[in-house]
């Protein structure tokens, strides 16, 4: 099945710096991309996602962006604020199934 | 509203007492699916379901069932727990699979279980 890295699992910024949280995936058949943020104690939601044919998407600060060559996809937050701390978790779905990564723990200092 | 409903919240039990967390959806999806989160290993799927009487397993089925008889429910039934089942369960739906993830995937709010 499809395996799915994100790097780094803990990232410190400065308010105001920006925080970019990389993934790669294995399965060359993945075609959906979301990224979900879960604040501590709450559930995962999406913030943003790509499709296997868009190479960069962007909603304000937070953009991602895909390699299909390399098989990586990346998320940017940008002016980061106190409020995005969270655990970001990355995914990439193959058929039917969804394929999480481990998470990165995002802290934004004030 | 559109949700995912999922009860209890948080279980305490004891090792080989059976119990079933439910799951239900008002949003007419097709497809259902449970997730376990622990700490430094992510989200992993348990079990999904394409649409009523249709179930498969995903990369963590071992001590787990489920059943789907009615399109918005989807219950998780641990028969005889142990405590490495202790974690966070997530239930989640999406209109259908495939393309229909690009829709949205909506979670249920969580439950802690905790197996002594």
């Known amino acids: 099945g499809e395996n799915v890295e994100q790097h780094p699992s803990t990232l410190s910024v400065q308010e105001g710096d920006s925080a970019v949280i990389k993934c790669t995936y294995s399965?060359?058949?993945?075609?959906?991309f979301p990224w979900y943020k879960q604040e501590l104690g709450k559930r995962p939601q999406l913030i943003i996602d790509?499709?296997?044919?868009?190479g960069e998407k962007k909603d304000q600060r937070i953009a991602v962006t895909l390699n299909k060559t390399a098989k990586h996809f990346s998320l940017h937050i940008t002016e980061t604020q106190p409020e995005d701390s969270a655990v970001y978790f990355c995914?990439?779905?193959?058929?039917?199934?969804?394929?999480f990564g481990t998470g990165t723990s995002l802290t934004v200092i004030p | 509203e559109a949700q995912v409903t999922q009860n209890p919240r948080y279980l305490i039990t004891v090792t080989g007492k059976k119990l079933t967390v439910t799951c239900s959806q008002n949003?007419?999806?097709?497809?259902m699916s449970w997730y376990r989160q622990d700490p430094g290993l992510g989200l992993r799927q348990i079990y999904y379901?394409?649409?009523?009487?249709?179930?498969d397993k995903g990369d963590v089925p071992e001590g787990y069932k489920v059943s789907r008889k009615e399109k918005r429910n989807f219950p998780l039934i641990l028969e005889s727990p142990s405590p490495n089942q202790t974690s966070l369960y997530f239930c989640?739906?999406?209109?259908?699979?495939?393309?229909?993830?690009?829709?949205?995937?909506?979670f249920g709010s969580g439950t802690r279980l905790t197996v002594v």
């Open positions: 995914a990439a779905i193959t058929g039917n199934q969804f394929y």
């Open positions: 790509i499709r296997s044919n868009v």
């Open positions: 379901s394409m649409n009523v009487e249709v179930t």
């Open positions: 949003m007419n999806h097709e497809y």
């Open positions: 399965d060359s058949a993945s075609n959906y």
């Open positions: 989640a739906s999406s209109l259908r699979g495939g393309q229909g993830f690009n829709y949205g995937y909506t």
